[in-house]
């Protein structure tokens, strides 16, 4: 079992432990032991999806503090980190979800990345709305909630952004309250 700790903003003591369920053995910061360097600043989310962990780090002290941590799942190695910023500054990554081999995360800068989980690169980024949160797939579609962040004022904070993943693009959004965060899909396809 692999646990993600956040750690304190402004600190970059995130980290990711493993407890081994036949030994009952737990040991802490296995990413640092491990890749002989710590995870970062401010870590949201820790994902599987095949054979590999998605680790998203938001980084707000600087441009190369934002980043996708991408994990081998069977020896926490590290093997690739995808840079979350440009010439502007951070996107602030905040949650990753996958559909049909491609990993999806959500951004402060508000727009959505598209990452092929084979390859490792980044194939899009699309502008949906405000300071991007959790994510959701349902069929063929993305739906993501738009927050109330001071990274990305005066955008939308009130809604769901619903994104036809087949064509990559925006369909509309979804009026919900004030500072949604998390969306959540049931087997059924309700939200």
């Not at 036949?22 to 401010?42: I, P, R, W």
């Not at 991007?132 to 993501?144: D, H, M, Q, S, T």
């Not at 952004?161 to 369909?171: E, G, R, Y």
Request: with cysteine.
């Amino acid at each position: 079992v692999y646990m993600l700790c956040e750690g304190t903003m402004y600190s970059e003591n995130s980290a990711i432990s493993y407890y081994d369920i036949a030994t009952g053995k737990t040991v802490k910061d296995y990413f640092k032991q491990v890749n002989g360097y710590g995870l970062g600043e401010t870590a949201n989310d820790l994902k599987r999806y095949g054979s590999k962990m998605y680790c998203v780090v938001s980084g707000v002290q600087g441009k190369n503090k934002s980043y996708l941590e991408i994990i081998d799942v069977a020896t926490g190695k590290s093997l690739k980190r995808i840079p979350f910023y440009d010439a502007s500054g951070p996107f602030m990554p905040r949650f990753v979800n996958f559909h049909k081999n491609k990993a999806y995360v959500s951004s402060y800068d508000g727009k959505i990345t598209k990452i092929d989980t084979t390859t490792l690169k980044i194939e899009g980024r699309l502008p949906v709305g405000g300071a991007l949160e959790g994510l959701a797939v349902v069929g063929n579609k993305l739906y993501v909630t738009n927050s109330s962040h001071s990274a990305h004022p005066g955008g939308a904070n009130n809604t769901v952004s619903v994104v036809d993943l087949k064509l990559f693009s925006k369909m509309y959004d979804i009026p919900v309250s004030f500072n949604p965060v998390r969306v959540n899909a049931t087997e059924n396809g309700d939200l």
